[in-house]
T-cell receptor
């Protein structure tokens, strides 16, 4: 089955700890995206990558870091510098063709206490 | 900076009614516009994608239109059903690095 996997589904961390969220896709898509969603709000772009070894900051990149060493993987690290990390995190990928349609993973709900 | 707005924020309709959801964007130089559905606690499901050169797309009871010059898109849902209850989000792809900007969503409730 082709798709996007995010693990784990739920993640709990203590304040001050860094945590890495996994995102893997087997759709052979070039572009990958990380979003954050807070209750009752839309999605805000954290980081995105169009090709391997290249990525751009989105609207709310402060306190986050990413890497894109492999085409199929785009892990997101939430660092201790992120002031309010508790949120629902969504990963997406897209083929860089005429349509550029995004496909989303199931999300990871991160709770930091 | 691209800004995307969705109106209304919430909508409640009786089953069987036809309805329209609105999405507006500030920068008309877009690559595409995509409509999504999100169920509570879940990821997003793509409904329709309209490329910049297209005016509309249809899938079953759904029809999405795009007017770049006015910065507007509408999602038309015919003969609404309780299973259509969800949050509907629009997203615009624009800019040199194909950045995506989402609207805040419309929460739809279809009452049996």
């Amino acid at each position: 089955d082709g798709g996007i996997t995010q693990s784990p589904k739920y993640l709990f961390r203590k304040e001050g700890q860094n945590v890495t969220l996994s995102c893997e896709q087997n759709l052979n898509h070039d572009a990958m995206y990380w979003y954050r969603q807070d209750p009752g709000q839309g999605l805000r772009l954290i980081y995105y990558s169009q090709i391997v070894n290249d990525f751009q900051k989105g609207d709310i990149a402060e306190g986050y870091s990413v890497s894109r060493e492999k085409k199929e993987s785009f892990p997101l690290t939430v660092t201790s510098a992120q002031k309010n990390p508790t949120a629902f995190y969504l990963c997406a990928s897209a083929h860089r063709g005429p349509a550029y349609e995004q496909y989303f993973g199931p999300g990871t709900r991160l709770t930091v206490t | 900076k691209q800004e995307v707005t969705q109106i209304p924020a919430a909508l409640s309709v009786p089953e069987g009614e036809n309805l329209v959801l609105n999405c507006s964007f500030t920068d008309s130089a877009i690559y595409n516009l995509q409509w999504f559905r999100q169920d509570p606690g879940k990821g997003l499901t793509s409904l329709l994608l309209i490329q910049s050169s297209q005016r509309e797309q249809t899938s079953g009871r759904l029809n999405a239109s795009l007017d770049k010059s006015s910065g507007r898109s509408t999602l038309y849902i015919a003969a609404s059903q309780p299973g259509d209850s969800a949050t509907y989000l629009c997203a615009v792809l624009s800019g040199g690095y194909q950045k995506v900007t989402f609207g805040t969503g419309t929460k739809l409730q279809v009452i049996p």
